[in-house]
């Protein structure tokens, strides 16, 4: 969800510099972890905790189009590690209903580590998600997974759709040879 | 969780009578689904969208110990279908924090369907959920599911532990043939 559905870098930044009077711009923490970009007073869990973060996220760009599109092909899950900030659990719910109502209670999971999350594709920033899933993986661009290149990148929400274009290719082709 | 980890046929029973000013017996709805079970107004909804419902629900008899007991040998995880009662989310986790601190955020799954839920075994009281399941099931008695047959029961708490006691067994049986 964050970093995939929600914008959550911008956030970060403005209440990084808001809260420590600091004067960071999003080029600035490209490929550093966490706690490299935000090193005052352990930040980054700090902001997570606050009241309103998770509520007041933006929405990916294209990602409301996307996921409308992807719908048409796939079962979508919003799967998000809500667990280790409980505030954002009910602020998730709320964001979800007012950018994206037409994905069902259902498809919506809320989880801790995603470890037992057994899909065909996983959409994720974190590798820490994708090194442990069985499917297929693709890594959401991120400033803290700038360095790594071990699950293939998208920089967008048209690079996922993209590329599951030609995956859908794919498995026509392969439906038609059988 | 429900019907499982935590108490929730005496809770349902007491909520009804009280609201609707029935007076229903436990032994009554044995057998019967929530909407047998509880006809008037479609009670069963409207009260597990009362705030506190589940916030109050008392721990299953054993549950705790059990638990406990099976962290020595397993690693396991609260799947609670969650996302139908957007109100519940705080609720469960604030109980659980009160009744199982000792299981970790990490461990901890709200979902709305449990069939993307990959894990080894799964102990649920809804057949909805244990009929899509890979792994192997375990059918916790509840009101609801006394005419199922279909998936092994367990009456208690001691009688998981049974059961994964044997399990546990024929593991070591298995590992030291090989």
Known sequence: MDGVLASVEPQLVKYYNQVYGASLTLEQIQGMSGAEAFPKD???RKMLNLPGFFRDLEVMEGAVDAVKKLMKHYEVY???AAME??????EKYEWLQQYFPFIDWHNIVMCGDKSIIN???MIDDYCKNLDVFKGKTLMFHAYHNTTLDHHYRVRSWQEVLNWFERELDLELKVTSEN
């Open 78 to 80: 919003v799967v998000s």
């Open 42 to 44: 352990a930040a980054t």
């Open 119 to 121: 899909t065909d594709y």
């Open 85 to 90: 900030f409980p505030l954002s659990l009910m």
